[in-house]
């Protein structure tokens, strides 16, 4: 597709991230922040902040996010033409919330193997130190999955509070996006964020992720959308796509994944949230 220069290309490659990659105008950016926050007026049930995974099965303009060319198209620069999208995860801190996400590697929660997937993160809303965006410890996806503990935190983001201990802090670089910009990262790239500390919200979309077909699900069973090119070995169960906003059996459809989401993100965990 052309979507990332070489240079860009070779940044995934050695930093295990890239970032920033242009993907439509800030009133793009604006227009679809606008339709997410209608849909969190218009569908409290089903979308709110203990619920906030895999919304693309049943909102419009979610599908939208997932299928824009230039998002596909960048990850098909480095994945190739094959790809299904596993799932996704509104990450929305409110203004000044406590809500953080601690140092780790997505590799090492999902049950996905092998380890062929990217993940964009689409801002909606600028994403900077202060409102606390993604930072990274560049080249550490070079390293194999490292060790996680649970912390289980109030304020963490993630399900368990998965966190890596010993991250050299001082090696962390700041993805700072404007609205309608991307990150993309590798599955094994040590991340997280800090609180936002700003008097907005700060929203961005993790595509979480797109996987080449030969991905296996290894624990539970394995949902995914299909997106481009061809799937020659049917691992997964596949998804429709939404015609219209909050049809009772895409509903359906996306309450089945989270549960089995569920078991997924928790397996093996001593504790469990709402979820
Ligand atoms: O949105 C954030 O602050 C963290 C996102 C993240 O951990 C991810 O997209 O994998």
């Known amino acids: 597709m052309n979507i990332l220069s070489h240079k860009q290309i070779e940044q995934y490659h050695q930093q295990g991230y890239c970032a920033p990659v242009d993907i439509m105008p800030e009133s793009d950016a604006q227009a679809l922040r606008d339709e997410l926050e209608r849909c969190e007026r218009d569908y409290p049930e089903h979308i709110h902040g203990k619920k906030r995974n895999n919304t693309h099965h049943f909102l419009k303009f979610m599908d939208n996010i997932v299928f824009h060319p230039r998002v596909v198209g960048a990850v098909q620069d480095i994945l190739g033409p094959d790809l299904l999208l596993y799932g996704s995860v509104l990450f929305i801190k409110e203004p000044e919330s406590a809500g953080y996400v601690s140092w780790h590697q997505d590799g090492i929660y999902m049950g996905l193997q092998p380890l062929n997937f990217i993940t964009p993160w689409v801002a909606l809303t600028h994403s900077n130190p202060t409102n606390g965006c993604m930072s990274v410890i560049p080249g550490s996806h070079k390293d194999a999955i490292r060790q996680h503990h649970d912390s289980f935190g109030e304020d ?16 962390a670089v700041d993805l700072i996006l404007k609205p309608g910009q ?13 609180p936002n500390l700003s008097q907005d919200r700060r929203i961005g979309i993790a595509l979480q992720a797109y996987i080449t ?7 539970g069973k394995g949902y995914a959308l299909h997106i481009s090119g061809e799937d020659k070995f049917n691992h997964f169960q596949m998804a429709t796509r939404p015609k219209a906003d909050a049809n009772p059996n895409d509903i359906k459809w996306r309450n089945s994944v989270e549960k089995d989401w569920s078991e997924i993100l928790y397996n093996g965990a001593k504790v469990t949230r709402e979820y």
Do not use: A, C, F, Y
Request: charged share 20%; hydrophobic share 30%; aromatic share 0%.
């Open 156 to 171: 963490n983001i993630l399900t368990r509070g998965q966190k890596v201990e010993n991250v050299n802090e001082n090696d």
């Open 182 to 194: 991307m990150s993309l990262h590798h599955p094994q790239l040590i991340h997280g964020s800090k």
């Open 213 to 219: 077909p030969d991905v296996k699900q290894t624990v």
